[in-house]
Protein backbone atom coordinates (compact mmCIF):
# COMPACT_ATOMS: atom_id res chain seq x y z
CA UNK A 1 0.00 0.00 0.00
CA UNK A 2 1.30 3.40 -0.62
CA UNK A 3 1.62 6.63 1.88
CA UNK A 4 -1.77 7.86 2.01
CA UNK A 5 -3.08 4.84 2.40
CA UNK A 6 -1.48 3.72 5.30
CA UNK A 7 -1.87 7.43 6.84
CA UNK A 8 -5.62 6.36 6.46
CA UNK A 9 -6.17 3.14 7.88
CA UNK A 10 -3.88 4.21 10.72
CA UNK A 11 -5.40 7.34 11.73
CA UNK A 12 -2.96 9.51 10.77
CA UNK A 13 -1.25 12.16 8.45
CA UNK A 14 1.51 11.33 5.85
CA UNK A 15 3.45 13.99 7.07
CA UNK A 16 3.62 12.09 10.17
CA UNK A 17 4.58 8.43 8.54
CA UNK A 18 7.53 10.49 7.09
CA UNK A 19 8.61 12.18 10.52
CA UNK A 20 8.54 8.80 12.00
CA UNK A 21 10.17 7.43 8.26
CA UNK A 22 12.73 9.90 9.65
CA UNK A 23 13.61 8.78 13.15
CA UNK A 24 13.66 5.48 11.94
CA UNK A 25 10.48 3.88 13.72
CA UNK A 26 9.20 3.15 10.04
CA UNK A 27 10.82 1.36 7.40
CA UNK A 28 11.38 3.54 4.08
CA UNK A 29 10.58 1.11 1.62
CA UNK A 30 10.55 1.92 -2.32
CA UNK A 31 8.92 0.90 -5.43
CA UNK A 32 10.27 0.80 -8.54
CA UNK A 33 8.52 4.18 -9.61
CA UNK A 34 9.62 5.54 -6.22
CA UNK A 35 6.85 5.73 -4.40
CA UNK A 36 6.55 4.60 -0.56
CA UNK A 37 5.46 0.86 0.01
CA UNK A 38 4.37 -0.47 2.90
CA UNK A 39 2.38 -3.46 4.35
CA UNK A 40 0.67 -4.77 6.76
CA UNK A 41 3.09 -5.36 9.23
CA UNK A 42 3.86 -1.46 8.39
CA UNK A 43 0.36 -0.99 9.94
CA UNK A 44 0.97 -2.88 13.23
CA UNK A 45 3.89 -0.83 14.15
CA UNK A 46 1.92 2.19 13.60
CA UNK A 47 -0.58 0.96 15.69
CA UNK A 48 1.95 -0.15 18.40
CA UNK A 49 3.31 3.26 18.27
CA UNK A 50 -0.23 5.16 18.28
CA UNK A 51 -1.13 2.76 21.65
CA UNK A 52 2.03 3.21 23.37
CA UNK A 53 1.54 7.33 22.84
CA UNK A 54 -1.83 7.01 24.02
CA UNK A 55 -0.56 5.64 27.17
CA UNK A 56 1.93 8.45 27.40
CA UNK A 57 4.81 7.17 26.02
CA UNK A 58 7.41 9.22 24.00
CA UNK A 59 8.21 8.09 20.14
CA UNK A 60 11.55 7.15 21.55
CA UNK A 61 10.37 5.29 24.47
CA UNK A 62 8.20 3.36 21.78
CA UNK A 63 11.53 2.37 19.88
CA UNK A 64 11.91 -0.87 21.56
CA UNK A 65 8.17 -2.26 21.16
CA UNK A 66 8.76 -1.30 17.45
CA UNK A 67 12.12 -3.28 17.67
CA UNK A 68 10.29 -6.24 19.33
CA UNK A 69 7.81 -6.25 16.69
CA UNK A 70 9.68 -6.49 14.04
CA UNK A 71 11.76 -9.15 15.33
CA UNK A 72 8.78 -11.33 14.96
CA UNK A 73 7.62 -11.15 18.64
CA UNK A 74 3.89 -10.48 18.09
CA UNK A 75 2.70 -8.56 21.02
CA UNK A 76 5.98 -6.28 20.53
CA UNK A 77 6.34 -6.25 24.33
CA UNK A 78 8.14 -9.12 25.35
CA UNK A 79 11.86 -8.02 24.64
CA UNK A 80 13.59 -7.32 27.49
CA UNK A 81 14.13 -3.80 26.26
CA UNK A 82 10.38 -3.61 25.99
CA UNK A 83 9.55 -4.91 29.71
CA UNK A 84 12.49 -2.05 30.64
CA UNK A 85 10.77 0.52 29.30
CA UNK A 86 7.20 -0.53 30.82
CA UNK A 87 9.32 -0.86 34.05
CA UNK A 88 10.28 2.82 34.17
CA UNK A 89 6.97 3.96 32.58
CA UNK A 90 5.40 2.17 35.88
CA UNK A 91 8.17 3.89 38.31
CA UNK A 92 7.36 7.35 36.34
CA UNK A 93 3.64 6.82 36.54
CA UNK A 94 4.15 6.22 40.69
CA UNK A 95 6.16 9.48 41.09
CA UNK A 96 3.15 11.33 39.46
CA UNK A 97 0.70 9.41 41.59
CA UNK A 98 2.47 10.18 44.74
CA UNK A 99 3.08 13.47 43.37
CA UNK A 100 -0.71 14.51 42.79
CA UNK A 101 -1.65 12.87 46.28
CA UNK A 102 0.44 15.20 47.67
CA UNK A 103 -0.83 17.97 45.86
CA UNK A 104 -4.59 17.15 46.56
CA UNK A 105 -4.19 16.54 50.53
CA UNK A 106 -2.84 20.20 50.24
CA UNK A 107 -5.37 21.44 48.29
CA UNK A 108 -8.20 19.59 50.81
CA UNK A 109 -5.94 21.16 53.66
CA UNK A 110 -6.59 25.11 52.34
CA UNK A 111 -10.26 24.54 51.30
CA UNK A 112 -10.91 23.38 54.66
CA UNK A 113 -8.91 26.22 56.20
CA UNK A 114 -10.74 29.03 53.35
CA UNK A 115 -13.93 27.30 54.15
CA UNK A 116 -13.39 27.75 58.24
CA UNK A 117 -12.58 31.63 57.23
CA UNK A 118 -15.48 31.98 55.01
CA UNK A 119 -17.92 30.97 57.71
CA UNK A 120 -16.03 33.02 60.33
CA UNK A 121 -16.75 35.75 57.86
CA UNK A 122 -20.35 35.49 57.62
CA UNK A 123 -23.10 37.52 58.78
CA UNK A 124 -23.74 36.15 62.58
CA UNK A 125 -20.15 34.87 62.84
CA UNK A 126 -19.37 30.96 62.64
CA UNK A 127 -22.36 28.38 62.96
CA UNK A 128 -22.56 26.98 65.93
CA UNK A 129 -20.55 23.46 66.36
CA UNK A 130 -23.69 21.70 67.96
CA UNK A 131 -27.09 23.64 66.80
CA UNK A 132 -30.50 22.50 67.41
CA UNK A 133 -33.82 22.81 65.35
CA UNK A 134 -37.11 22.76 65.91
CA UNK A 135 -39.62 20.87 64.17
CA UNK A 136 -39.46 23.78 60.99
CA UNK A 137 -35.72 23.25 60.81
CA UNK A 138 -35.38 26.84 62.15
CA UNK A 139 -32.68 26.92 64.94
CA UNK A 140 -33.38 27.08 68.49
CA UNK A 141 -31.98 27.96 71.92
CA UNK A 142 -29.96 25.09 73.23
CA UNK A 143 -33.15 22.94 75.55
CA UNK A 144 -32.35 23.53 79.28
CA UNK A 145 -32.37 20.85 81.19
CA UNK A 146 -33.95 20.59 84.40
CA UNK A 147 -32.10 21.08 87.79
CA UNK A 148 -32.44 19.15 91.04
CA UNK A 149 -32.76 21.34 93.75
CA UNK A 150 -29.95 21.81 95.94
CA UNK A 151 -30.96 19.98 99.32
CA UNK A 152 -28.93 21.67 101.90
Do not use: W
Not at 97 to 121: K, S
Amino acid sequence: MRIGELARQAGTTTRTLRHYEELGLLPARRSGNGYRTYDDGDLRLLQQIRTLQDFGFGLEETRPFVDCLRAGHPAGDSCPASLDVYRRKLAELDDCIDHLQRVRAEVGAQLARAELEAAADAPGGPPPLCAFTGPDGAPEAMPRTPTTPRIP
